[in-house]
């Protein structure tokens, strides 16, 4: 069965920290790769998404996140955190081509302290 | 804003009850999903429907059942409510033809 593990359930940085979530796959086959970011209070926003081409991949407000095939990996990376990333964060995959059915990772909780 | 819009946004049920959620999917988007989102976990999904019809399902009793209609918005219904059903019910659309799924705000559910 396909499944998503994020390796970090809550981590804690100082603003200007660098950051980096662990991400990890199981499929086989051809996979599209996302991550999305749930502010406190509000709805799942996409960060960023992997479908071909270039393994590095940018997103919103400065992550990027690189797709490495060999791995099943699809860390998401930020060089300096901000408090307002304070977020819960998910990597999900879509594959077999089932459009709306993303298998989610259990989350990372990102605290960043002023 | 994403355009999907769910309704109720907060509910209480009691054991045994049957709940009616709804959304209104982004414009031009044809197909619906429905997570269900527990405390502290990922979104786990329930099914999804395409053209009124349910296309692919997720690991959900038949209790969890749903409908889509012409204009592409969807209810998602639970009979028989069980404690563990408590959870924050979240709708998602996309193009058929596209990869990216758009997510609204959630309903809040509760079974006492």
């Known amino acids: 069965a396909q499944s998503v593990s994020q390796h970090n359930h809550h981590v804690i940085l100082s603003e200007a920290a660098s950051l980096e979530l662990g991400c990890n796959y199981s499929?086989?086959?051809?996979?599209?790769l996302f991550w999305y970011v749930q502010y406190p209070g509000q709805h799942l926003q996409l960060l960023l998404k992997?479908?071909?081409?270039?393994?590095l991949v940018k997103g919103i407000k400065g992550f990027e996140a690189e797709f490495i095939k060999s791995k099943f990996s699809f860390n998401l990376r930020k060089p300096s955190v901000q408090w307002s990333d304070t977020a819960e964060y998910f990597c999900?995959?879509?594959?077999?081509?089932?459009?709306?059915?993303?298998?989610f990772g259990q989350g990372t909780t990102l605290q960043v302290k002023p | 804003e994403t355009g999907v819009t769910q309704s109720p946004t907060h509910l209480i049920k009691t054991r045994g009850q049957q709940v009616t959620l709804r959304c209104s999917s982004q414009?031009?988007?044809?197909?619906v999903s429905w997570y269900q989102q527990a405390l502290g976990q990922g979104p786990q999904f329930i099914f999804q429907?395409?053209?009124?019809?349910?296309?692919g399902r997720g690991n959900f009793p038949p209790r969890f059942s749903g409908l889509q209609f012409p204009n592409y918005s969807s209810e998602l219904n639970v009979n028989a409510l069980e404690l563990d059903d408590s959870a924050l019910y979240l709708c998602a659309s996309s193009k058929s033809s596209g990869n990216t799924i758009y997510f609204g705000e959630g309903s809040w559910l509760t079974v006492v």
């Open positions: 499929y086989g086959g051809t996979v599209n």
């Open positions: 414009s031009g988007h044809n197909t």
């Open positions: 992997y479908f071909s081409g270039d393994p």
């Open positions: 429907y395409y053209r009124e019809e349910e296309n």
């Open positions: 999900a995959v879509n594959a077999g081509g089932n459009t709306g059915k993303l298998i």
